[in-house]
T-cell receptor
Framework: DAGVIQSPRHEVTEMGQEVTLRCKPI?????LFWYRQTMMRGLELLIY????????DSGMPEDRFSAKMPNASFSTLKIQPSEPRDSAVYFC??????????FGPGTRLTVL | GENVEQHPSTLSVQEGDSAVIKCTYS??????FPWYKQELGKRPQLIID?????GEKKDQRIAVTLNKTAKHFSLHITETQPEDSAVYFC???????FGRGTSLIVHP
């Protein structure tokens, strides 16, 4: 298995632009998590899905952030409009139930 | 929700020494406690985990202990090596709430 796949690996955009991050979980995993990592706030859980259904989105910072999981093999995290304070590394992780999470390589987002 | 406190934030040791990182949690219903290691520029990876029905678990130089009554758990690394240098995160609950991380530096 290729592991969790994220794209793009790096994204540089200007304030106000829409950003879409993509994630392909490991086949057979039924839980998917989106995290944001910054020096100031550490590793924050934004949202998680179980069997494609959003279970807890209380970590989503504000309405500018949205996430979808249209099927078991794909998820997106969208920021619209983006702001400089959204600059961070965004990780997607998947697991089989509530067990070890496997993280993707992350997307480094820079908003100018 | 769950609240996880992790200490220390930075730990500097000499090669061969032991290192201990401690975490406390708030939700007594939490039953899964993983530890992740994140090397610079890399993704977090699980190094060991423990469930609430076990008090201690060991894997070579790494061990984790859990005290459910006191709601704290610890990571123990013995005979540290320079390649152990990384940031270590503890987590608690079924939907992991992560601690802020401990930057471990092992000096040769």
């Amino acid at each position: 298995d290729a592991g969790v796949i994220q794209s793009p690996r790096h994204e540089v955009t200007e304030m106000g632009q829409e950003v879409t991050l993509r994630c392909k979980p490991i086949s057979g995993h039924n839980s998917l998590f989106w995290y944001r990592q910054t020096m100031m706030r550490g590793l924050e859980l934004l949202i998680y899905f179980n069997n494609n259904v959003p279970i807890d989105d209380s970590g989503m910072p504000e309405d500018r952030f949205s996430a979808k999981m249209p099927n078991a093999s794909f998820s997106t995290l969208k920021i619209q409009p983006s702001e400089p304070r959204d600059s961070a590394v965004y990780f997607c992780a998947s697991s089989k139930g509530y067990n070890e999470q496997f993280f993707g390589p992350g997307t480094r987002l820079t908003v100018l | 929700g769950e609240n996880v406190e992790q200490h220390p934030s930075t730990l500097s040791v000499q090669e061969g020494d032991s290192a201990v990182i401690k975490c406390t949690y708030s939700d007594s219903a939490s039953n899964y406690f993983p530890w992740y290691k994140q090397e610079l520029g890399k993704r977090p990876q699980l190094i060991i985990d423990i469930r609430s029905n076990v008090g201690e678990k060991k894997d070579q130089r790494i061990a984790v202990t859990l005290n459910k009554t006191a709601k704290h758990f610890s990571l123990h690394i013995t005979e540290t090596q320079p390649e152990d240098s990384a940031v270590y995160f503890c987590a608690a609950s079924r939907i992991p709430t992560f601690g802020r991380g401990t930057s471990l530096i092992v000096h040769p």
